[in-house]
């Protein structure tokens, strides 16, 4: 199984296997049409009060990175998405940070590897 994390407006690739959108909010910009997105989880994205209090501040992120997984630990969202994620060979989760490595997307991988394994 690979899963891949990737921004929304990077160029769409057939490498991308499927691709999960993991923000609560549409991404600006981008007609749903052009984002090639097969599954949005919006309910597995941080919460608007995690999200607005980390606003990706660097200084933030493990302290983001302690919360974001008690919030969604043992929820019926990440349990949905870790057993759509099982039935594909290849994922992409995509995020619309500017932030490439701190960000909920690269948070959220770390906690479906630690479940899939």
């Known amino acids: 199984m690979d899963i891949k994390v990737k921004r929304v407006y990077e ?12 923000d609560r909010l549409w991404p600006r910009g981008i ?17 608007n ?6 606003n990706h501040d660097p ?19 990440l349990d949905e998405l870790v057993d759509y994620i099982k039935a594909h060979k290849t994922v992409t989760l995509v995020f619309s940070s500017k932030e490439l490595k701190l960000n909920n997307a690269v948070v959220l991988k770390s906690i479906i590897d630690d479940r899939i394994v």
Do not use: C, M, Q
């Open 49 to 54: 009060n995690l999200r607005k209090w980390y």
């Open 31 to 47: 007609k749903k049409e052009d984002a090639h997105i097969d599954k949005w989880f919006k309910e597995i994205a941080p919460s």
């Open 59 to 77: 200084e933030k992120f493990e302290a983001f990175n302690k919360k974001y997984h008690a919030e969604i630990d043992d929820t019926k969202a």
């Open 11 to 22: 160029p769409y690739g057939k490498t991308d296997g499927v691709r999960i959108l993991v």
